[in-house]
């Protein structure tokens, strides 16, 4: 049998399960902003069936799934180059995942370390859609077959998955149906940390508003944030392996690496030998300065959702000449009679 070529594409969502974080900015939606612009098409999605896997209040995840799909317009990702969709709307991707259900298996599962973190220590009163999430993401991307997924780092893991899943469901079936997607996890900041402690991740869902910068925060909460951010007393070194043992620090260098599409080497080259007390007010004001122009546009699309509706619809019927057919074929190879 011949193999395949896919269509170079690129599919990423997001979780509309609070505001967007800063973290979510870097570790993903600036690297989908770039690839609208390489030779990929691009299909970019707010996973409202993934947020419910926690418990979400129906009115809070609307908006959620409004103000998502505003940050992403407001970041640069443009409707006339991507397609733009929320997970519901498109019902092919829930429909795989029951297939992908029945591929994957339980000791895979058993291995993901996000289930673990997000389910704590009372596993037993989570729910099956927690655990399952991981076969749902794998049926997101392999529904538009999609060759390139750009994440986070923390995303590493279920990336992996969707290649055994893909690769197994091949193998049972004897076809090169669905492609082995590469991860995309690049830039100075592909794990941003809390700012309350460098050894968690900054997430949308810590209970702490402080831990974290919110798309939506306005200067001077984010001034105020940084300024408070955990640091150690040290002043900041010259080379970045001088951050090695310094999780904090090494944090607000990435970001402001990131934010200012620099390498950590070269913004150490200039503030190595600062005092946080010097190099918080820069961060800050270059934070504001990024941030602001997409929370005030956040801001204006949010006046009237309805355009951000039009767009989700239109974004569907565009997501679903893709995914329909590939559904269908996945049924035939599988032996269901259509
Ligand atoms: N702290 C982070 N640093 C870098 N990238 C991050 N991402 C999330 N947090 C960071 C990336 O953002 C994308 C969307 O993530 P998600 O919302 O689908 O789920 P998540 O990773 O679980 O994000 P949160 O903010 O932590 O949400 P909650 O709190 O609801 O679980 C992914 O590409 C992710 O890597």
Redesign the pocket.
Same mark, same amino acid.
Request: net charge positive; glycine share 14%.
């Given at each position: 049998m011949t193999t395949p070529t896919f269509t170079p594409r690129v599919f *990423?969502?997001? $979780?509309p #399960?609070?505001g967007l /974080?800063l973290?979510?900015y870097? @570790? !993903?939606i600036k690297r989908f902003v770039s690839m609208q612009d390489e030779a990929f098409e691009t299909i970019y999605c707010m996973?409202d069936l993934?947020?419910i896997t =926690?418990w979400q209040d129906p009115a809070d995840l609307r908006r959620n799934t409004r103000e998502l799909a505003a940050g992403f317009i407001a970041s640069g990702i443009s409707p006339e180059k991507s397609i733009l969709i929320n997970q519901s709307q498109v019902p092919e991707h829930a429909q795989l995942a029951w297939i992908f259900n029945c591929v994957a298996r339980m000791g895979w599962m058993k291995r993901m370390t $996000?289930f673990k973190d997000?389910a704590g220590k009372n596993a037993e009163a989570a729910s099956l859609g927690l655990f399952g999430y991981p076969a749902l993401m794998a049926a997101d991307i392999l529904i538009y077959h999609a060759t390139h997924v750009? =994440? @986070?780092? +923390? $995303?590493k893991q279920h990336l992996e998955l969707t290649r055994d899943i893909a690769a197994k469901f091949n193998h049972d079936y004897d076809v090169d149906f669905f492609p082995l997607t590469e991860p995309v996890i690049e830039g100075a !900041? /592909?794990?941003?940390?809390s700012l309350r402690d460098g050894s968690k991740?900054? *997430?949308? #869902? +810590?209970p702490s508003d402080a831990s974290r910068i919110n798309m939506t925060d306005d200067a001077d909460t984010i001034a105020k944030k940084i300024r408070k951010a955990k640091t150690d007393p040290d002043a900041l070194p010259s080379e970045a392996e001088g951050l090695a043992d310094r999780p904090e620090a090494r944090n607000l260098v990435n970001i402001y690496a990131a934010l200012n599409d620099q390498s950590v080497a070269e913004v150490l080259r200039d503030v190595g030998g600062q005092q946080f007390g010097a190099f918080k007010p820069l961060l800050a004001e270059l934070a504001v300065s990024k941030l602001s122009p997409i929370s005030s546009e956040m801001a204006r699309l949010m006046a009237d959702p309805s355009e951000i509706d039009q767009i989700l619809k239109r974004g569907a019927r565009q997501a679903r000449d893709i995914t329909a057919p590939i559904l269908e074929k996945t049924y035939e190879i599988v032996g269901m009679v259509r």
């Open positions: *990423s969502g997001i $979780q #399960s609070g /974080t973290g979510n870097l @570790g !993903a996973v993934h947020a =926690v $996000q997000k750009p =994440v @986070g780092e +923390d $995303q !900041a /592909t794990r941003v940390m991740k900054m *997430s949308k #869902s +810590d």
